[in-house]
Each structure stands twice: as C-alpha cells, then as structure tokens.
C-alpha cells in the first residue's frame, strides 16, 4: 500500500509540517520512500477517462466522536464537492454508500487490510480512537487526527500505474468535546471534521503534503499566526492550522497535476527546472513562486527531487499569468514519517539549503522576508499558456569568491606632491553568502586602505573602500622609477574564511 500520511494536530505537535504541491509518491520497493532507489518512485492516480476520474467510496455506518451518523454523511458528501469543484476527481457513493458494518478495533482487520479489492474504497470513523491506537500505539489518537492513503493498484511489469481504491481513518477520540479543550462547541469541532476530511480525502487520491510558502513565520509564531495567514495556509500542510475549508492555489495546482480540469487548467503557466549545489542536485529543497501581486494567496510550492532522480528536480505547475519571484527554503527537520512533504525525508544536507530568493543567474538574496524578496527578487512574468523550462538555481557558493573592482584597478592613479592622494577600490562578491576579506600590500607604510578587513555582508553584494597612496615625494623613495614611468604595485584580497586569494596590480605615475 502507500504510505499513510497523517494530518497532526497543532497543539500536540511535536514536528513542523513542509511540503510542496505534487503527487504522493509511491516506493514500488515497498521500502521507506527515503531509502528508495530512484527507479522505483512512482505517482499513481486514479485513472482518468471521459475527462472524470471516478473514486467509490463508502463511509462507516457508525459514530465518530461527539458525531452521529447522518452529520458525517452531510459532511462528506460536502467537502468532495469542495475537491470535485476544481479538479476531474468524481467522487460516487458505491452501493449503498455504507461499509457493511460498523468498524471498530475487534473488525477493522478486513477493511484497512483486506487481501483483496472491497470494491470501494473504505472511510473509517474510528468511534473513540481505539483503531488507531491498536495500528499506530499507544498515544497516536491524541495527536493524529487522521490517515489515508492509496491500498490497491495496478501494475505492469512490476511497475504502479494506477490508483483503483483507497482508505481513510478518522480519529473520533479528537472529535469528542470532551477531548478537546481548544473547541468550545461542537460546531467548532466539526469545521475542524470538515478541513480533517478535506485533507485526508487528497491523500486518498494521491495528493502530497505541502509545506507552502510560509513557513518562517509558522515556524516563528505556530498556532498564534494571525487569522488571516492561517487562512492562506495550504489544506494540504502536514499541520491542521487553516481553519477554513477553502482550497488554496497550492492545492488547486497540485490537485490538477493527476486530475486536470479544462476550466482551471486553461491558460495557466508553469515553471520548471533545479536546484542545485555545484554539480549535485538538491533534494528536499521547498520551491515557491509568489504572484507578486497577491503571494500569500498566489503561491505554489513544489519540492525538488520530486521525480527521484537525484536532479534536484521541480515542477511549479497551473500558475496563473502573472509576475512572479521565486524562493527556495528547505523543508522543516520535523515533516518526516506520516508528515512527510515530498518523497524523501528530510535530508543531512537540509543544512545546506538556504532560505533565499533567486535573484538571476547563479545569483540568491538571502535572508530576506517575503516583503524584501518580491521587491528585490528577480521577476519572472509568465504569460498565459507559458511553460518556463530549465530554471537552473545553484545554491552552492562559486568558488572565486570575489573580484576586485574600482578606479584603483582599472585606471591610472597620479600621486599628488606633498599630500595624500586617493581611488576607489570595490570588492564583489560573487555567489552568496558572507565574505571577510583582509587587504594586503608589499607597501603598508605607503598604501592603506580606509577598512581592513572588509565584511561584505549577507544582503550586500559589493563593498567599495577607499585606498590612500601616501604623496608623491614618500613614494620616490621606494620607487625612483616614477620619476619617469608609472609603477605597477600587487594588492592581495584573501577571504579569511576559504583561503581565496585575488591579486591585482595598482598602477600608479
Ligand atoms: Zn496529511
């Protein structure tokens, strides 16, 4: 079967949630999705034709929580609306639209792991919990509001192709008030049923988590984000935080990945390319491209590597046309196991990564907050039906860490007689990151320089300094060439950290 994936309660959490738009990889190794070799990843959907794709599903006939039956009916047939509405997903009660039994910790057996095909594809309303615990152990039901995941599929020549049934299990002990000390009435309670299933449903068709494109501030403030960022956070965050049951562009773009509508797929853009570090693809890297006209709710995400190929992969599919900044951040340490976001756990070299804005070629700002980046960023306008390609983003550092620049290099410097005389000297950093870099020459008691060392920092990308040549009749003495020819004189630039060295001549009459 997939994986199961978990939608965790924020107030139980003990990890973040990441994650980007995609399809929920499957590992044909049967193995962990983060040890599984690249060959082996796979995207299952349910199979589209005559433009629908068609999921049975039938619902528990019992309790869940403080719930009765005739609520959790409503409420379902409800939220796959929400889903059906942008997407070809069709989803149909099979039968009578009820498992034929109420499933509880003594029966589930021949529902969440049957040998073969039910024929539809079960949702479980685990009464009290006691299923999940029996499954994930002691503790699970406190947290865990709920799993899902694709259970049958087809494959040729060992290969999975397509989804043709699923399973949900909903966790009634946190849908029980009494349980639950953040819900002051049961109709909270049960908005926060509606945006369980709301999540877990994509699961069930092959949806992944995302880590969307806010995580900074979610990892700064968690639950006491503002009501307004809450409501821009993707359904399909591993952490249950949206209060609302509205589908966010990310998930939007995601869904139409394996189940394209016409009418919201039309006339949208798309960004592709990798990250990478040096030669090496990045995996576990989140990509975010925010409308700069309306980010929070204009945003997709993707994860790198979400094909498996060690390329460092992505794909920011069904953008609408507009202008556009790109982010890449890693993935939180904490979105592993159920709350996974892409299809490798977060890896050792998430360290790595950096939290920073594309600015060009080869070029990342790093550091800034959404604010600075859409106005500092490089902009990418998309156009309708645009398919931007190879978008290459190289996090590693370039190793010529920097240059030297400024009238003292590139031009010829008079000495004045009896005073001092002075150039401009700039020193550019090339990639990212910080440099500290000391100034050298044979000559400290005839050349200085008005900082040394010189710190470029992080949201900078040159610094200019002044260097000071001591007067004409100090230098002769040093060099009675200049009585009659210009005299060439090296400064060395050594990054303190690397080593790196730049040497350039001054020249000077
Ligand atoms: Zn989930």
Known sequence: MKRPSFLVLLFFFFSIPVSAAGILAVCNDGGDPSNCSRNSIQFPTYDISGNRAV???????????????????????????????????????????????????????????????????????????TILTDILGAGARQDILGFAAARFFTTRNGVVQNIFESQSLINGFLFTLSNRPDFTSEADMLANFKTTILHEFAHMVGIDHSQGGQIEDFLDLGSRLSDEQKSTIPVMFPIAINPTLRLQRDDIASVNIGYPKNSVVSGTASISGSVINGNDGVRTANVIAYNIDNPLEELVSSVTDVDGRDQGNFVIPNLTPGTYVIKVEPIADDFVGGSVVGIHEPDSNTSSIPSAFYNGSDDLLLDLNLDQGLSQAFPIVLTAGQDLENLTINIGEDPKSFSLRGRAVNSLNFLNVGRRSRANLRIVKEGTGIRLVTLSSPNPELISFSRNPVRIGLRRNAKRIRVSFRPFNEFITTFPDLNNSTVEIPITATDTVTGDTVTTNIEIF
């Open 55 to 129: 999921v049975e599903y039938r619902i528990d006939p019992g309790s869940l929580g403080d719930f009765s039956s005739s609520t959790l009916e409503t409420s379902v047939s409800e939220i796959l609306d929400t889903w059906e509405d942008v997407s070809s997903l069709d989803f149909q009660t099979e039968g009578n639209g009820f498992i034929p039994f109420d499933v509880n910790s003594s029966n589930y057996e021949s529902i969440l792991f049957p040998s073969s095909p039910l024929g539809y594809s079960p949702i479980v309303f685990d009464d009290n919990g």
